[in-house]
């Protein structure tokens, strides 16, 4: 069913994973989703390395999720995202022809205010031009800030790791690719509960799942400190207003039941 994908975020970079950049993307991502109505259900960190992206984009495309990757799709060694992407679904790398069209655009551009060579088989250029080279199947994702495009494929989509190009480029698939998963948002009905162990109000928490398949509960313990006691913030998260309402109900009946209290 449409309306039970996942959404995923793959980010990609050894500068991410060694410190020498901090990650923006994956607030970002979530700010996006929340404000279509759709969530992030999962995220991973990766670094440069072909045989680790491959097993991790095998893993994704089995998944069947929608799944955004950010970074590696640049013409530096270090840019290993595009064949480990054409690797993991089995198919050869080709360069698109709008890409290829969009990236010469981009160069007689450039060379026209003489920032760079014209001359297409520069060294410099046909490296512009290998960020064209996408899994074969592949659609462009147009890049607003400075057109050499990213791709989308089987339900992914690869953008660069700059924050400037990769959030409208994630803006424009969700818009694009996925307007009928939008305006479904997760509701949440939640209450801080005091004089409560989790493990007493565990099982209440496992029933509910039990019973209302179409919702999820949380419980996030707050360590009392010397201004303020310690509490549980418990409950129910899910797309079935019915459901949610239900399930949180009997919540509040159960956290009574065992001896919760709902203020201090």
Known sequence: MLKSRKFGLIIVGDEILSGRRQDKHLSKVIELLNDRGMELSWARLVGDDLDELVRIYKESFASGDIVFSTGGIGATPDDKTREAAAKALGVPMVLHPEAEALILEYVINR??????DQD???????????????????????NAFNRIPGFFIRDHTFVPGFPEMAWSMFEWVLDNKYLALQNNPTKTLAV????LPESRITPSLEEIESRWSDVTTFSLPKMATADAPGFIDLGVRGKNEESVKAAYDFLRGEVLRVGGRFNY
Not at 111 to 116: L, R, T, V
Not at 192 to 195: D, K, R
């Open 111 to 116: 060379a026209a205010i003489g920032k760079i």
């Open 120 to 142: 297409i088989g520069a060294p410099e250029n046909q490296r512009r031009l290998a960020m064209g080279v996408f899994p074969e199947g592949a659609e462009i994702v147009p």
């Open 192 to 195: 801080n509960v005091y004089h």
